[in-house]
């Protein structure tokens, strides 16, 4: 069987891959723009993979890359809150996450899929003060990253309802682990300590994520493709409810460095205060997160401090350090 992987180089979706050839006989397609966080090198050198680097607004190469495929997995995606939030940058999330999204739908509609695969986020909810978001419940996302993987969720369920295109929606909780691009939170705190950089942590840092390790969100959406529902949803979650301080906490007692290399800095606007879903739909199809989250989180602390020549390549290039001063200058300035 061959499938299509988009956003096959970023870290969500290098990740997928490389479980699917561990784990399946399949041949996949990586279709990947090879934007700022997607990298040649995050896909597996594997006879079984083919690569092709495009946009997924582009038609002709989505038909080129779709053709012959059982199976699409969407990760494709721009997926920063902060970058989403910067002056002029958020038509950027439209543009692929809804409009990219419809082009893979309209090419879908052609194809006899066995399964289109829609990655979401458990930021579609919005801040949720109490309980657990489950897959009924209203999408009130709060951020135009938040809105724009709503809209491409709303577009997919349509395609189902109008068009029989065999749509399964995940949405996963906030994810961690190896070839993380260095904007987000982990990525961004480790590098920085290894550096003795400050950790500019957001507001009071009591902001609550459900932390989902990689290899986990990778293998429950493997899990909702093969054993979901057309037409359904499914929250993949990891059950490790921890504020944005106890994850920095854990970052600096792991790598033995100072608690003095944290600044507290102005908030982002709209912060959302907590996330956490309800997997038990999907448990109930046999998926459960493996990972206990201080194991993963040590693999994930050890593989950046093993692997700087990945990172620092980053962190280097002008596009992050535009972004890094952007966003954190005039905070830490003013810390």
């Known amino acids: ?104 739908l309209e090419e879908a509609r052609r194809q006899k899929l066995e399964a289109f695969v829609q990655i979401s986020t458990d930021e579609v909810y919005g801040d949720v003060a109490t309980g657990h978001s489950r897959e009924d419940d209203a999408l009130r996302p709060r951020s135009p990253y938040a809105a724009a993987k709503a809209g491409g969720e709303l577009l997919a369920r349509s395609y189902f309802d109008s068009h029989d295109v065999p749509v399964v929606i995940t949405r996963g909780s906030n994810t961690f682990g190896p070839r993380q691009y260095p904007e987000k939170l982990m990525p961004l705190f480790i590098s ?41 949803s499914y929250n993949i979650g990891g059950g490790n409810e921890r504020t944005n301080r106890e994850i920095t906490t854990g970052i600096l007692r792991l790598l033995e460095k100072p608690e003095t290399l944290v600044r507290h800095v102005a908030d982002r606007p709209g912060h959302d205060r907590r996330y956490s879903v309800s997997s038990e739909k999907l448990n109930s199809l046999g998926w459960q997160a493996q990972s206990s989250f201080e194991d993963a989180l040590g693999r994930t602390v050890d593989w950046y401090a093993e692997n700087s020549s990945w990172w620092q390549s980053i962190r280097n290039n002008a596009d992050y350090q535009n972004y890094y001063r952007a966003n954190y200058e005039k905070r830490l300035a003013g810390n």
């Open 1 to 104: 069987m061959k499938i299509l992987v988009t956003g096959g180089a970023g870290f969500i979706g290098s990740n997928f891959v490389r479980l699917v050839l561990r784990e399946r006989d399949w041949n996949v397609v990586v279709l990947d723009k090879l934007t700022y966080a997607g990298r040649r090198d995050n896909i597996p050198d594997d006879a079984r993979v083919s690569f092709i680097q495009g946009d997924i607004c582009d038609a002709a190469i989505v038909a080129q890359a779709m053709n012959g495929c059982a199976k699409v997995f969407n990760f494709a995606a721009e997926s920063h809150v902060d970058r989403s939030l910067m002056s002029g940058d958020a038509s950027s999330f439209v543009h692929a996450n809804v409009l990219g999204v419809t082009v893979l």
């Open 192 to 232: 920085n300590a290894l550096c003795d950089l400050p950790l500019p942590l957001y507001g009071d840092g009591l902001q609550k994520r459900d932390w989902l390790f990689v290899e986990d969100h990778a293998r429950g959406v493997l899990h909702a493709a093969e054993h979901g529902a057309a037409g359904e």
